[in-house]
């Protein structure tokens, strides 16, 4: 494989140290090539994310055993839309680096290839209790669309319905579960309910992660100044007992609702008939064949694939920075997307 240009502006020192740290295995010429190709995956991602993606492969191939080049390869293809590729490097981060890795983007990749049972079942796995609070709230939203694309429109309401859905608490993640909130009550047809909670949403959207104005004015028809320019009574969404203290993940994706006993308001969910999946053992083995390259060898590219773009409901994990691939140890996801 021909390496993708690098411009000259760009230099190895820009990765972050505890990332640079992780290619002192390799020979120093190789280390400083890959840390380029990685900062230049990192800057392009955003604007250019199929050149991105090429840097991101070719530092793959010069260093397919260093965890961290290969989960910071699962996220840009990720942001490519290369989902088959996506899952193997980010299963094989795994494997080698250990952790709970990024779960939450491996199950938005689940649905976007239409297996929304797989993607629960990410959810109830052990690695959910080390999960930080940032990316618990993240895998609750994926959970939720997952329901949402099964038909269960009242479960993915619950699942969300966490001790952090407080209009008043301002948490880095807060705007992005607002938002999916708001999202799935409007696919349920509760659009009142669901305005009320694009305007929270857009109340606590300080770096501007969503476009819950946007969906203000496409609802009310009216562009939306403030979140003062919209008036509501007194709020009525009494939260279910799931909300009474801590939830775990795997506990309110598993304690959905009962279907005889839907949300108020809400319509019968339809549910759909769940794809057929293969045991997921052998679907990373045919993703992820293990790469015999070591020190500027090259191994086999991961196949790639396409599926489905994943639903604007899970204010996806597009959130995941791949930039954060190319500043630090922690090479974790955007999102809805977001996506």
């Keep these: 494989m021909r390496a993708p240009v690098l411009d000259d502006a760009i230099a190895a ?44 492969r070719y530092a793959r191939r010069r260093a397919s055993r260093i965890a961290v080049v290969r989960e910071a390869s699962g996220i840009v293809a990720y942001h490519a839309g290369e989902w088959t590729e996506a899952l193997g490097e980010l299963r094989a981060a795994r494997r080698m680096g250990g952790g709970p890795g990024h779960l939450a983007l491996m199950a938005d990749i689940e649905r976007a290839l239409g297996r929304p049972e797989r993607a629960l079942e990410l959810t109830r796995g052990p690695e959910v209790a080390d ?37 008043a608490r301002r948490d880095p993640w807060s ?17 009142a309910d669901a305005v009320q909670w694009f305007v929270h949403a857009h109340d606590a959207d300080v770096e501007g992660e969503t476009d819950a104005a946007a969906r203000i004015a496409e609802l009310t028809g009216e562009e939306l ?14 939260l279910d007992d799931l909300s009474a203290g801590e939830a ?30 293969d045991p997921d053992a052998s679907d990373a083995d045919a993703l992820d064949p293990e790469p015999v390259v070591d020190q500027g060898g090259s191994d086999d590219e991961t196949s790639t694939g396409s599926g489905p773009v994943p639903a604007e409901d899970t204010a996806t994990t597009g959130d995941t920075d791949v930039n954060e691939a190319a500043t630090g140890p922690d090479i974790d996801a955007e999102r809805p997307d977001a996506r």
């Design 13 to 56: 020192s820009d990765l972050d140290s505890e990332v640079r740290r992780d290619l002192r295995g390799l020979q120093k010429e190789t280390a400083e090539t890959v840390a380029r190709h990685l900062v230049a995956a990192g800057s392009l991602v955003d604007d250019d994310p199929q050149l991105a993606l090429e840097h991101a």
């Design 131 to 167: 999960l930080a609070p940032a990316d618990r709230i993240e895998l609750l939203i994926v959970a939720a669309g997952a329901r949402r694309d099964l038909g269960e429109l009242d479960a993915a309401i619950v699942g969300l319905q966490v001790p952090d859905l407080d209009p």
């Design 175 to 191: 705007a992005r579960l607002f938002y999916a909130y708001a999202d799935n009550l409007l696919a349920a047809g509760r659009e």
């Design 225 to 238: 100044e403030s979140a003062d320019d919209i008036t509501f009574g007194e709020e009525e969404y009494p």
């Design 248 to 277: 775990d993940v795997s506990t309110v994706v598993e304690d959905v609702v009962d279907p005889g006993s839907p949300d108020p308001g809400a319509p019968d969910p339809a549910a759909s008939d769940p794809a057929a999946s």
